[in-house]
């Protein structure tokens, strides 16, 4: 074992800890491996680098918090695969960083704390009534230096595994594994800001054989993610496939699940047994996010089964997104979604690519008022299932109940340009109460 306070760091709250703690790691890897103990006290730390076979592990009373200083941080250009964002005001800074290590585990039960508070705005600027950020949303308050970026960053590694952490006050994305392989996660309990933007629980970008399983997230941007955006990696296959993720509880104020963004391809994963306490939506599958990567990331294969939800907007949206989008929706199957919301299901694609292959069963939904007060009827939706430019679509055992009078609600179903739509006779569409 190897114990960071016998190379000089101390626990007081003040001291930066950076040199003594990374030593620790250093010579934790170059004797062979072993295990980085972290024991009870606040260790303030600039970002520290992770290295082969080594085990940083958090005992119960410790914390490892992120300066408020960002000069103690890597520079952008610190490894080739970093990236930053201008237009969402964070820079390439992270707490803790494994580029290209293998074997490497984060355990806790310790905190890890990105001290999002010190690179923050105190106080989220006004934005017209939405369902998505309903609390707001707070990002850089140095519009030059902007923030830190994802607090846990792997990029193209192996075998890597978190567990039993607690996460919290990251200033951007709280996990990001980033080109990796044979990943797993549990037991991790990431708490953000409400009002945080882009701060997500845990991104899976062009990632193959991850596990996530018993976490508990409540963050102010999407709790988890699918990507495949390959553009800053060295392997540009862009392939995100084989995952598996279970037994969570996502409470967020953008999509409790975001599948897509990237050029890449997004395959054979199986998302089961979550529960979702507050959502703008619950799942998005999304080819082209932005301009930025304008043809979008192929999905498919994708099996998503026992959900239950509240405070939910949007239960279900699968839509090609930006106009510019070529890449393919398929294969995708999601059975057993109970619960309440307050908006509506959209399958949509556009006139370059329709979403194809999707099977919704075992629905069991009622729409409930809705608690966020729009400017204008106009911005509700007007049906609860809304296709356009979709094909091969089957509703089976998909029954809606309402308790929603808004008058905004024109019906239950709209089909647009559609081919293969097939709703069986065990599905209980009714039309709102307000018709």
Same mark, same amino acid.
């Given at each position: 074992m190897f114990i960071i306070t016998d190379f000089g760091a101390k626990g007081d709250g003040q001291t930066i800890n950076t040199a003594s703690i990374q030593q620790a790691i250093d010579t934790c890897s170059q004797s062979g491996g072993g295990t980085v103990i972290v024991p009870a006290g606040l260790f303030i730390t600039g970002t520290l680098w992770l290295r082969d076979n080594i085990e940083l592990h958090l005992c119960n009373g410790a914390t490892l918090r992120g300066s408020s200083?960002?000069?103690?941080?890597?520079?952008?250009?610190?490894?080739?695969?970093?990236?930053?964002?201008?237009?969402?005001?964070?820079?390439?800074?992270?707490?803790?960083?494994?580029?290209?290590?293998?074997? @490497?585990?984060?355990?806790?039960?310790?905190?890890?704390?990105?001290?999002?508070? /010190?690179?923050?705005?105190?106080?989220?600027?006004?934005?017209?009534?939405?369902?998505?950020?309903?609390?707001?949303?707070?990002?850089?308050?140095?519009?030059?230096?902007?923030?830190?970026?994802? =607090?846990? =960053?792997?990029?193209?590694?192996?075998? #890597?595994?978190?567990?039993?952490?607690?996460?919290?006050?990251? $200033?951007?994305?709280?996990?990001?594994?980033?080109?990796?392989?044979?990943?797993?996660?549990?037991?991790?309990?990431?708490?953000?800001?409400?009002?945080?933007?882009?701060?997500?629980?845990?991104?899976?970008?062009?990632?193959?054989?991850?596990?996530?399983?018993? $976490?508990?997230?409540?963050?102010?941007?999407?709790?988890?993610?699918?990507?495949?955006?390959?553009?800053?990696?060295?392997?540009?296959?862009g392939i995100c496939e084989d995952v598996a993720i279970t037994n969570c509880i996502i409470d967020t104020s953008v999509c409790a699940f975001r599948i897509g963004v990237g050029e890449g391809c997004i395959r054979n994963a199986a998302i089961s047994n979550i529960v979702i306490t507050r959502a703008c939506t619950g799942f998005l599958l999304q080819s082209a996010y932005s301009a930025i990567a304008p043809r979008g990331v192929d999905i498919s294969e994708i099996a998503i089964s026992n959900i239950q939800a509240r405070n939910l907007a949007y239960p279900v949206r699968i839509i090609s997104g930006y106009p510019t989008a070529t890449a393919q929706i398929s294969q995708i199957r999601i059975n057993g979604f109970y619960g309440q919301c307050h908006a509506n299901c959209e399958l949509r694609g556009n006139e370059q690519t329709r979403p194809?292959?999707?099977?919704?069963?075992?629905?069991?939904?009622?729409? @409930?008022?809705?608690? #966020?007060?729009?400017?204008? /009827?106009?911005?509700?939706?007007?049906?609860?299932?809304?296709?356009?430019?979709?094909?091969?679509?089957?509703?089976?055992?998909?029954?809606?109940?309402?308790?929603?009078?808004?008058?905004?609600?024109?019906?239950?179903?709209?089909?647009?340009? *559609?081919?293969?739509?097939? #709703?069986?006779?065990?599905? *209980?569409?009714?039309?709102?109460?307000?018709?």
């Open positions: 200083n960002l000069e103690d941080y890597n520079r952008d250009d610190a490894f080739p695969q970093n990236m930053r964002s201008e237009q969402e005001q964070w820079n390439g800074a992270h707490l803790l960083l494994g580029v290209e290590v293998s074997n @490497v585990t984060i355990s806790g039960p310790g905190c890890i704390d990105g001290n999002c508070e /010190a690179f923050f705005e105190p106080v989220p600027k006004p934005r017209k009534p939405s369902f998505g950020w309903s609390h707001g949303m707070r990002v850089a308050k140095d519009k030059e230096r902007l923030r830190p970026g994802q =607090m846990i =960053m792997f990029s193209e590694c192996r075998d #890597i595994r978190l567990h039993d952490l607690d996460l919290r006050n990251s $200033c951007c994305w709280t996990c990001l594994f980033h080109g990796c392989q044979d990943v797993f996660v549990s037991g991790l309990k990431i708490r953000n800001p409400i009002d945080g933007g882009n701060t997500d629980g845990i991104d899976i970008d062009c990632c193959r054989r991850v596990i996530v399983r018993d $976490c508990n997230i409540r963050t102010g941007d999407d709790g988890i993610t699918l990507r495949g955006s390959f553009r800053t990696l060295k392997d540009k296959s194809h292959d999707i099977r919704l069963s075992n629905f069991d939904l009622t729409v @409930v008022p809705s608690p #966020i007060v729009l400017e204008s /009827a106009e911005d509700y939706p007007k049906y609860f299932l809304e296709l356009d430019r979709v094909d091969a679509v089957t509703l089976d055992n998909f029954n809606l109940r309402w308790q929603e009078q808004n008058p905004a609600w024109q019906g239950t179903l709209r089909q647009g340009d *559609t081919s293969a739509v097939l #709703i069986r006779p065990n599905c *209980t569409l009714n039309d709102p109460p307000s018709r």
